[in-house]
């Protein structure tokens, strides 16, 4: 017991050493902008948010810097994630993550210029020597872009400890900024936490706002094992709109503090917890931003791991107690949320469910009037009942009320005979009366994929080959004033799968911006000849319609 707690007590030295000697470190500042925040570290995304997001006035091309001396460690360029990003590796032990940039400086520019042409790839991954490109403290390195997965100009900065690749908050690394207000409580929601079969959106109780920092609610009265859920924001200051996560959630019982976390450090592993550290069933029905006061279930989130209690209210323990919710962000502004509660016995009539069973340690193959479904152990965070269907060609997963941890296949049968037909159908996910496209295989028996959502499912068909048609050119014109060749790229069902661009029968690099339908060529990529020029554009679509573009044009 003694070892245990000696080792415990250096690894909280260690880490408490490790933040401390972050603050004493002087990061030059990564953009030429205003220290203005649309994303703040940890908050909700798609998955943890890892990062700070700096606004950049609305506009591209603001100047991103190095933020210490190091190496390139990684570059990649992407149509999705973080599109055109860079990786740096500092002496000190850290990495620095710049993403969604719209370009590169000149020497990084050339060096990925010619990568992209030596794979014939407008999509690349690559990973420098260590004395290969090196950067200095404070040097330009590309400018803030809207690339990848990013919907409005901005920089998505990173910082990482190297060696594990754990994501940091970069505001531990003595960044300062304006924020004069204190984060928003919007509503206070009470989640049930004793039936785990059956999910259910959790009651919402009314909140109101007593003075700046101080709300409240009616007596709560409650009988079984329940959770609290909050839905907050915070702003930096009056005329920025940008609502951004919390620092810090502290649940206090009768004043004792006892549970708390904060977003200090986030390991890439445990991301997808974030699926269930906010509530599922109120982000996917009514688009609310529940977060949990409490450990759920089946989660292991490293910045939870310090409470010995998991913050669930049991009425047996909390008869009659005072209850109060702080939320902070960096700057220690503060906010509360107070209220009462109250153990009653419990009124609740014994409800009885139908459906499937699905225990997260087991596998199954499920029938469904010849429709099949594989579910994985460990597909699903916590047990669940699921009610499946297979009706009028319609294969019904039941209600979209549980995250999966990972996907589940699902087989519907086909009898179709002819080849064209059966390359061009897929399963689609039909929902709000729209099909989306999932990418799908096809045997003599069934259509199949891979899905992460219950709900709704058929086997759709998409005959159409994708759109294409010049933007800024047309045939046999002079572009010799142009700096770039664009041209609309689009398929509305399954989506720009593939294309090639060749220029005088050579590969040429066009770039691809699916949030615009937009593939376009840089003139100073300089393998466009004096004089006439012929464009072949090769694409298809995700079942394989295909088409090809030819236009002469003049320079």
Not at 59 to 70: M, P, R, Y
Not at 531 to 551: C, H, M, R, S, W
Request: net charge positive.
């Amino acid at each position: 017991m003694k070892l245990f707690l000696k080792i415990l007590y250096i690894l909280f030295f260690l880490c408490n050493v490790n933040i401390v000697l972050s603050q004493d470190i002087d990061f030059h500042t990564p953009i030429d902008s205003p220290f203005d925040l649309s994303g703040t570290f940890g908050e909700y995304r798609s998955r943890f948010h890892t990062g700070i997001d700096f606004k950049s006035r609305g506009v591209l091309n603001q100047k991103i810097f190095s933020i210490e001396e190091g190496y390139i460690s990684r570059i990649e360029v992407n149509n999705y994630g973080y599109g055109k990003v860079i990786y740096i590796d500092h002496p000190n032990g850290y990495t620095s993550v710049y993403a969604h940039l719209n370009n590169f400086n000149t020497e990084i520019d050339t060096y990925i210029k010619s990568e992209h042409y030596k794979l014939k790839s407008s999509t690349l991954k690559k990973f420098p020597k260590k004395d290969e490109l090196k950067v200095k403290k404070g040097e330009l390195i590309g400018y803030s872009g809207n690339t990848g997965g990013s919907f409005g100009p901005h920089l998505h900065f990173e910082i990482r400890d190297t060696d594990t690749q754990d994501a940091l908050n970069p505001l531990i690394f003595n960044y300062e900024y304006l924020d004069t207000e204190r984060p928003i409580i919007r509503g206070l929601y009470l989640i049930d936490e004793e039936n785990t079969l059956v999910s259910s959106l959790p009651v919402k109780k009314e909140i109101r706002k007593l003075n700046d920092s101080t709300y409240t609610t009616d007596d709560i009265e409650y009988s079984k094992k329940t959770g609290l859920g909050i839905d907050i924001y915070d702003i930096q200051y009056k005329g920025l709109f940008n609502q951004n996560g919390v620092y810090k959630v502290d649940l206090l019982i009768d004043s004792i503090l006892v549970y708390s976390f904060k977003m200090d450090r986030i390991k890439f592993s445990q991301n997808h917890y974030r699926k269930i550290m906010y509530d599922y069933i109120s982000a996917i029905k009514n688009k609310i931003k529940v977060l949990k006061v409490f450990t759920p279930r089946n989660a292991d989130l490293s910045f939870l791991r310090n409470n010995d209690f998991n913050g669930i209210l049991d009425p047996i323990k909390y008869l009659n107690s005072d209850i109060s919710i702080r939320v902070s962000d960096w700057n220690n502004n503060s906010s509360y949320l107070n209220f009462r509660i109250k153990a009653t016995d419990s009124k609740d009539k014994i409800s009885t469910y139908d459906g499937i069973e699905i225990l997260t340690n087991q596998n199954y193959e499920i029938n469904k009037n010849l429709s099949l479904i594989e579910i994985r152990k460990n597909s699903f965070y916590n047990d669940l009942l699921l009610n499946i269907s297979y009706e009028r060609d319609t294969l019904d997963l039941g209600e979209d009320k549980n995250p999966f941890r990972s996907s589940i296949t699902i087989k519907i049968p086909q009898a179709i005979s002819d080849t064209l037909e059966l390359r061009q159908s897929f399963i689609g996910r039909v929902k709000d009366e729209k099909i989306t496209y999932i990418n799908s295989k096809r045997d003599d028996s069934y259509i199949y994929a891979k899905t992460s959502s219950l709900g709704k499912y058929i086997i759709s068909r998409d005959t159409v080959k994708p759109d294409i048609r010049p933007i800024n050119f047309k045939q046999n014109s002079n572009i010799s004033n142009r700096s770039s060749i664009r041209l609309r790229l689009k398929d509305d069902i399954s989506g720009i799968k593939s294309y090639n661009a060749f220029l005088n029968g050579k590969w040429a690099l066009f770039e691809y911006e699916p949030k615009l339908n937009l593939i376009f060529h840089n003139i100073s990529d300089k393998i466009i000849n004096e004089g006439e020029n012929t464009l072949i554009i090769n694409y298809q679509d995700g079942v394989g319609n295909k088409g090809i573009y030819k236009a002469t044009i003049y320079y």
